[in-house]
């Protein structure tokens, strides 16, 4: 369905991006940057035959002058004649988003932030595994003081922890002592490898952001090859959502798919949670009434925010934005109709979703 007209024209803030390409693709570039796989499988696949792909063809299309659902080869390359810059701007304009929380821990060559594009504010997330690895060559022995500096002076409005890709979520609750992260950093640097991937260290982490005040965001189900899914259920977090819920810092579930009902229930009984289903909304694509509605079941409004996860392509901001507002104004639709709320509070539910909540989170001016 089209979006409701209150819906279609709601201010955005998106809670959780990355940087945008900001160089031309050819179709293979292309078709990679629209799977979580680090390639397109060689067996005569293509990522234009997914949900994804075919929006992309679908919805946008049309933004670039091309008729719907355009050959995959017509649509690259039309991309390509543009120029990325335009591409960019088309699509980034389009999204409507206004606010960008941009993390900036994975930013390899040819990135450029969102909101260059278009007039939009940006504010920094903090990746904190990809702090642990900058601070570590000083040496084990001075490492939790030089993480406190950096979390002290930094200006982002939040923290993200990637423990879900480096040691899986079942991270034990307690705050651990500076000398046992003094000695896992040793073990770490010992071991010669650069990537900082220890439960200590990341609940350390962790627990210093959240000591600090900052929001802290975690990775949540979904992702590439590099997680094992199994482990990247949010209820493996509960014995440390629960030991920090006293500091009153939230902490936000990111994605979650296929877990997103796991994560509305801790948004639900943990005062301090709150979830999203971020990358999923354009994953699913034409299906997201269906995962938004599952999202929602029992998560109260206040405690759900949108994002995009957008990376790399232009057209996943706009597809993210695109059918979360479809999917949020079929949600809406279906409670009205079924006498469960009126107009008001159908407003009210979209404002603090797409809006509010996350001005009140990251305490946004």
């Known amino acids: 369905m089209e979006p409701l007209p209150f819906v279609a024209s709601s201010r955005l803030v998106d809670h959780h991006c990355h940087g945008v390409l900001g160089t031309d693709l050819d179709r293979e570039g292309f078709e990679a940057a629209l799977t979580e796989a680090s390639a397109v499988s060689p067996l005569g696949t293509s ?38 810059a335009e591409v960019n701007r088309v699509f980034l304009a389009a999204a409507g988003i206004e606010v960008f929380l941009v993390d900036g821990g994975l930013w390899p060559e040819g990135l450029t932030a969102p909101s260059a594009h278009v007039g939009a504010r940006e504010l920094g997330v903090l990746r904190l595994e990809g702090l642990a690895e900058e601070v570590a060559p000083g040496g084990a022995a001075g490492f939790p003081a030089r993480v406190r500096e950096a979390l002290a002076s930094t200006t982002a ?25 003094v000695a896992a ?7 010669g490898s650069p990537r900082c991937a220890d439960e200590v260290v990341s609940r350390f982490l962790v627990w210093e952001a959240l000591e600090r005040g900052l929001p802290v965001q975690f990775h949540v189900g979904y992702g590439d090859a590099d997680l094992a899914l199994h482990r990247c259920d949010p209820l493996l977090l509960t014995d440390l959502l629960r030991a920090t819920a006293p500091l009153g810092v939230p902490v936000l579930l990111l994605h979650n798919y296929p877990y997103h009902r796991h994560a509305g229930y801790l948004a639900q009984v943990f005062p301090h949670v709150f979830a999203d289903v971020g990358l999923a909304t354009h994953a699913v694509a034409h299906q997201a009434g269906r995962v938004l509605a599952e999202a929602l079941e029992v998560v109260p409004f206040g405690k759900f925010l949108f994002s995009t996860d957008a990376y790399a392509l232009a057209e996943l901001y706009y597809l993210g934005a695109l059918f979360f507002r479809r999917a949020l104004s079929e949600f809406l639709v279906g409670g009205m109709g079924e006498d469960a709320f009126g107009e008001a509070d159908a407003e009210r539910i979209a404002h603090l979703i797409g809006w509010e909540n996350a001005h009140r989170v990251y305490q946004l001016e």
């Open 185 to 191: 950093v040793d073990r770490w640097l010992g071991g």
């Open 157 to 181: 409005v939040a923290a993200k922890s990637i423990a879900a890709y480096r040691v899986g979520l079942d991270l034990a609750p307690g705050r651990p002592s500076d000398a046992s992260v």
């Open 47 to 84: 990522l234009f035959d997914s949900s994804l792909g075919l929006a992309v063809r679908r919805r946008c299309a049309p933004l670039l002058d091309l008729d719907p659902m355009a050959p995959a080869d017509e649509y690259v390359a039309r991309r390509r004649s543009l120029g990325a």
